[in-house]
């Protein structure tokens, strides 16, 4: 194989992956969100410190991410738990999933399951902002559009935004959102 042979298969295999990274764009808000989130110590970085904000994100996680944002990571949370089948004594999220159950961000599904290692939808994510800020009361409408309005109307999300309420969303997304939350006047 000569020199100029070997130069097109590196320049088809770099264009390659190139192309295998930019499916999904990190937004410069949702990047901005994230490293604020970092810096804040409140969104935790995989072993080797990065974001992966274009990953989608689970229910487990989210959980972990209000808990913390809340400040009660460390804290007990008073009131009655709830047994969702599906996540056990052992898993690493247990106890963050019991705070978000106590603390009213997660209601978990009425089958009595929890779903931890799902990736989470939109709607789930706004409900759990909402419920977040306090804001969930004289929702107008079903859920999730309820909440979606009333995130709407907080500034969470932008008035025009119409996003499909069962898309699974990013870390991104989450950061972006999260910080939308944090930023809410009261």
Not at 25 to 46: F, P, S
């Amino acid at each position: 194989m000569n020199k100029k042979s070997l130069i097109r298969i590196i320049s088809v295999v770099l264009m390659l992956n190139m192309l295998s990274f930019s499916t999904t764009a990190t937004t410069d808000n949702q990047l901005y969100a994230g490293n604020q989130l970092k810096i804040l110590g409140l969104m935790k970085g995989y072993n080797n410190g990065e974001l992966k904000l274009d990953n989608e994100i689970t229910r487990a996680e989210v959980a972990a991410l209000l808990v913390r944002t809340l400040g009660y990571s460390h804290k007990d949370v008073l009131g009655e738990g709830k047994y969702f089948s599906d996540v056990k004594a052992d898993y690493w999220a247990m106890d963050v999933i019991q705070k978000a159950y106590k603390l009213k961000l997660i209601v978990g599904d009425p089958g009595g399951t929890f779903r931890p290692a799902d990736k989470i939808s939109y709607g789930e994510v706004l409900t759990i902002m909402v419920n977040a800020l306090g804001k969930n009361n004289n929702l107008v409408g079903n859920w999730p559009i309820s909440y979606i309005n009333r995130a709407k109307e907080l500034g969470i999300i932008p008035k025009d935004t119409n996003e499909n309420p069962s898309r699974k969303v990013t870390r991104g997304e989450v950061a972006e959102m999260l910080w939308n939350t944090i930023l809410v006047k009261r």
